[in-house]
């Protein structure tokens, strides 16, 4: 039985839509054996980081083997406030929200075995077919060697170039315009602002070809 990989963009704390989600794939995969891939971005702006986060964490230790889970450029932030580095501009881009989620009002008091999860998390995944990553790749070079912070912040050139990094690159951290996914042809923006009022979107993806198949929403 073929098996599908669901791509899952920005979450930002919006814990009931990421509950709605996985309960739409589980339908959706009907018995097949399925792969899930976090593109990132679990933490900030939405009312529930910490239950986000806790979700995320018990499907990957149930299912090491088919749970992918990326950083995202809000958890390198997040990171460097609880090293005492620039933690007003992760609280000015929602880590007051995702402090209150975890009951502190410090970065330094989150729970170490929040941080240490963090720390652990992978800046890109790779298959057969493509590559998933938070931001993006820097055009002109393999995907592979671009660096930790390209891989976590990048937009420009990255969005506008339409570049083949020899696999379809699936990728979040830019909200898209309007709530449909940006399908390009050598790349895909799962990122449809669910945190901003748009919706969380999963791509669904197949052995058979890079972009696609079909896409899974929750408002």
Known sequence: MQGLTYAIGDVHGCADLLDALLDRIEAHRAGRPRRLVFLGDYVDRGPDSARVV??????QARE????????????AML??????????????NGGRAALASFGVTRAGDLPRDVTEWVEGLPSAH????RWYVHGGFRPGQPADASDRATRLWMREPFLSADYDFGKHVVHGHTPVRGTAPDVRRHRTNLDTGAVFGG???AGVFDDAQGPAMDFLQVR
């Not at 806790?54 to 499907?59: E, Q």
């Not at 790779?126 to 077919?129: G, I, L, T, V």
């Open 64 to 75: 090491p083997e088919d749970v992918v889970c990326l950083a995202g450029n809000h958890e």
């Open 54 to 59: 806790g979700t995320v964490r018990s499907l």
């Open 79 to 92: 990171l460097d406030a609880w090293a005492g580095e620039d933690e007003a501009l992760w609280l000015a």
């Open 126 to 129: 790779e298959d057969a077919r």
């Open 199 to 201: 919706a969380l979107t």
